[in-house]
Each structure stands twice: as C-alpha cells, then as structure tokens.
C-alpha cells in the first residue's frame, strides 16, 4: 500500500497569514501516460464529512476558493491557504489514487492563532 | 439537490453482522462508481471498498476482505455494505462517497452512520 504522511500535524496561523501543509507518499503519483498525479485533498470541519477541495494534485474542485491551492509532483505535495479565514478552521486530509486501495494521510489540522 | 444519506448503523455485539445502505439523490447514480470510506471517532479517514458503476469490478481494504460485501441497485439509487464477523476495531462512522468522473477522489459524501461493535 502506498502510505501518505503528512507534516505538521497540526499548525496555528493568523487570520490572513498563509497556511501550508505537506503531503509526502511513499511512492510517485505521477502516471506518466497523462503527466497527472493522482492526489487530492479534503476538508474536514468538525462534526461534518469531508470535502474535496483538489484533484489532480492542483485543480480546485468547483466552488472551492482561490485561497486554497494544490501544488507539487511526483511523491510531494502541498496545500496552501492563503489568506486564512476563520471558517478554514479544519482538518485536511491527502489522498492517493494512484493504487487501490486509495490510502489517506493522518490530516493536519489547522487552527486559528 | 446532490446527496447521499447513509442509514443502518448502530450498536452491534462483535461476532454480529450489520448492514448500511445509502440512498442517493440529484444525480445520475447509474453513471459513477461508489465507496464506503470509514473514520473512528476522534481518527482518520480509511477506504473500505469501492464498486463500479455497474457493479463489473468490487474491492476491498484489506481489514475487511472476506467479511464486508459491498453491492448497490441501480434501479433504487442505493449503495449498501453487507458487514459480517464485526470486531470493535470496526468501530467507526461510514460514509458512503461519490467517485469523481475519471478520478478516484470523491466529490460528493454522505453525512455518515455511526457503527460500534462492543459487547
């Protein structure tokens, strides 16, 4: 199984700082057929079921702000936030599906300074 | 509206048998591959199996090959998981999720039914 880790587990930023939370796998995501990588990441807010926020490592799912952003290649991958708001409070997870079984990272969660 | 609306979880002895179903509404059920993703209280998140659009192609995490049955029908827009020989460490909410077209993510997810497997 690919295994997801992702580093920090938990951070605490300003109101309008930038968050960044990294996502690393054990092996690459990148299927070189279609140059996509095969990674996606989710908020979770307490109490609700996740949401898809990117795929394809950097496309924003719709409706997601511009504030977040997905980006890297290959087996590292990161989550920005600029600008953080107070409703972006929530744990983000990293998923793989490159290979079943799709596996997630441990989540990171992001807290208000 | 899109939704998903799991139901028939609850508390269940371990060794018992339980079986979720998920209702889907707003979109065309037929046409996407669904999951069961599981998360205890308080942890992660973990995939438990995903099926194909028109049931062609099942599979399992495996922790729970050999115990838990996935199917859906189609022509009741429902999605179940069949889940037999329970152990605590089954213990967790289940959610059933939407697969993206031409991705694995999933883009559309239930609010979840609470399993707990305890004596």
């Known amino acids: 199984d690919i295994v997801m880790t992702q580093s920090p587990d938990s951070l605490a930023v300003s109101l309008g700082e930038r968050a960044t939370i990294n996502c690393k796998s054990s092996?690459?995501?990148?299927?070189?057929?279609?140059?996509?990588?095969?990674l996606a990441w989710y908020q979770q807010k307490s109490g609700h079921p996740p949401k898809l926020l990117i795929y394809?490592?950097?496309t924003r799912e719709s409706g997601v702000p511009d504030r977040f952003r997905g980006s890297g290649s290959g087996t590292d991958f990161t989550l920005t936030i600029n600008s953080l708001q107070a409703e972006d409070v929530a744990v983000y997870y990293c998923?793989?599906?490159?290979?079943?079984?799709?596996?997630f990272g441990q989540g990171t969660r992001v807290e208000i300074k | 509206e899109v939704q998903l609306v799991e139901s028939g979880g609850g508390l269940v002895q371990p060794g018992r048998s339980l079986r979720l179903s998920c209702a889907a509404s707003?979109?065309?059920?037929?046409?996407?591959?669904m999951h069961w993703v599981r998360q205890a209280p308080g942890k992660g998140l973990e995939w438990v199996s995903g099926?194909?659009?028109?049931?062609?192609?099942?599979d399992y995490a495996d922790s729970v090959k050999g115990r838990f049955t996935i199917s859906r029908d189609n022509a009741k827009n429902s999605l179940y998981l069949q889940m037999n020989s329970l152990r605590p460490e089954d213990t967790a909410f289940y959610y059933c999720?939407?697969?993206?077209?031409?991705?694995?993510?999933?883009?559309?997810w239930g609010q979840g039914t609470l399993v707990t497997v305890s004596s």
């Open positions: 092996q690459s995501l990148l299927y070189t057929s279609n140059n996509k990588n095969y």
């Open positions: 998923q793989q599906y490159y290979s079943t079984p799709d596996t």
């Open positions: 707003g979109f065309t059920f037929d046409a996407y591959g």
């Open positions: 394809w490592a950097s």
């Open positions: 099926i194909t659009s028109d049931s062609d192609y099942l």
């Open positions: 999720a939407k697969g993206k077209t031409g991705t694995d993510a999933f883009d559309i």
